[in-house]
């Protein structure tokens, strides 16, 4: 089995945003030093909007010139260590500003389908290229921010024109909508990779991208109270090491605690309790691929602890591997 283990690389886009060290270098040089002890790879999604804004600010702002270096640094170690950088877009950077003591963070266009077309085409190329040039390595592969990236045709142009050919964004099931968020994911094929071309929850065996689909599992709601109770009884264990805090998701908590849910096997804080339980039904489904998502951000010490455990037990039997490595096509 391929495992593919995915963090989205970004800080917080709430009010408060939280600070690039605790949301950001510090989890994943927890990632760094497990994956050195074990010698696997990972792979992260790297929101360059946030980059670019740095870089157009820092001369002004001596904190924002720390972040910066220490960002790209990071990123730099990660790719020389053979860690997987791909792209992550979060278009709201277009529309926020850093006022001296804060990103004030607009989301009126949260989702990259809220531009038109030649600001689409734009983001992409500048979004991507910054990434090719801190690693000097070919990125063409593509997670959307909020898993936002419907209706796909808006993107097919400027993706092909980037040669962004594969996507790691549905998860089977998965449906939400909200003031910023629009993702509807019910009905993707059940599979661990297809071909589409305009539409990613249509296979199309003739299409350009391929996807490659978080994996899913579905999560009783009981999980979910613990969850709640255990962040509350132990919160150094369980609290998220980021110190900021998500754009609100009205409805999603109480869906949770409410009813099943379809989630996305992840690795993010009490969530990775379930990755033996993960690898054991994607097993069984027969599939060749597990893709788990996290974000640096909303681990915590017992996901992290959760996750070297999940490693060593499995590294000899599983590769623990990177979209590069297994899933490059030369387009
Ligand atoms: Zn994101």
Not at 22 to 51: M, Q, W
Not at 65 to 82: P, V
């Amino acid at each position: 089995m391929n495992i593919l283990v995915t963090f989205d690389y970004e800080i917080y886009f709430g009010v408060n945003h939280g600070t690039v060290d605790k949301c950001i270098i510090y989890p994943t040089s927890e990632l760094i030093r497990i994956a050195e002890i074990h010698k696997v790879n990972f792979c992260f999604f790297v929101d360059s909007g946030f980059i670019l804004k740095l870089a157009e600010y820092k001369r002004t702002f001596p904190q924002l010139e720390k972040d910066y270096a220490s960002i790209i640094a990071q990123i730099k170690y990660l790719s020389d260590s053979g860690h997987d950088i791909q792209l992550h877009i979060h278009p709201h950077w277009e529309d926020s500003y850093y006022d001296g003591e804060r990103w004030i963070i607009n989301t009126s266009r949260y989702k990259l389908v809220d531009f038109n077309d030649s600001d689409i085409s734009s983001i992409v190329r500048r979004y991507k290229n910054i990434l090719g040039e801190i690693t000097g390595k070919e990125i063409f592969a593509y997670r959307a921010g909020g898993w936002c990236m419907q209706p796909f045709r808006k993107l097919q142009k400027a993706f092909k024109e980037n040669r962004i050919s594969l996507d790691s964004s549905v998860f089977r099931n998965g449906a939400y909508s909200s003031l910023q968020y629009a993702y509807d994911f019910r009905n993707s094929p059940n599979k661990d990779i297809y071909k589409f071309d305009d539409d990613p929850i249509v296979e199309n065996q003739d299409g350009y991208f391929t996807e490659l689909p978080i994996s899913s599992i579905f999560n009783s709601p009981i999980f979910f109270w613990k969850l709640f109770f255990l962040g509350r009884k132990n919160p150094y264990l369980h609290k998220p090491l980021g110190d900021g805090r998500a754009i609100p998701a009205p409805g999603q908590r109480k869906k949770m605690l409410t009813r099943y849910t379809n989630c996305t096997v992840s690795v993010d804080g009490y969530n990775a309790q379930l990755l033996e339980k993960s690898l054991k039904i994607t097993k069984k489904k027969k599939f060749d691929n597990l893709v788990i998502i996290g974000h640096p951000k909303s681990l915590s010490r017992y996901s992290i602890l959760k996750l070297e455990e999940f490693i060593r037990k499995n590294k000899t039997t599983h590769s623990f591997t990177t979209y590069t490595n297994k899933f490059k096509i030369d387009k």
